[in-house]
């Protein structure tokens, strides 16, 4: 009996030094936050809508041989970055739309 929990006692300072030791090499920022899902997916909905966009100004070129003056000459997607709320930067003399706040996307 006194084995066993004398056992028990090891594995939970065990695991209570494992975690320590996590949060001391990598940092408070390593254990995820709530916010962070919510993030992750503003951020991707940031991404289908560059996406979307892209798409858009495609087809418009094709249709009306020419590429449109403003995004908002577009139907769909939203002109603008759902995590800063800016307006996408778009160049109507190349088709090309941007996010300012993400520019790998
Ligand atoms: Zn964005």
Do not use: W
Request: hydrophobic share 40%; proline share 9%.
């Amino acid at each position: 009996m006194g084995k066993a929990i004398a056992f028990v006692v090891v594995l939970i300072s065990a695991v209570l030094i494992i975690i320590a030791a996590k949060t001391l090499f990598l940092g408070p920022n390593s254990v995820p936050t709530p916010t962070a899902p919510i993030e992750r997916a503003k951020a991707t909905q940031c991404l289908n809508n560059i996406r979307n966009l892209r798409g858009s100004v495609n087809l418009y070129s094709a249709e009306k041989a020419g590429l449109p003056n403003q995004l908002e000459d577009l139907e769909g997607a939203s002109p603008f970055c759902p995590v800063t709320n800016a307006h996408y930067v778009y160049d109507n003399s190349t088709g090309k739309v941007s996010c300012p706040a993400h520019p790998r996307y």
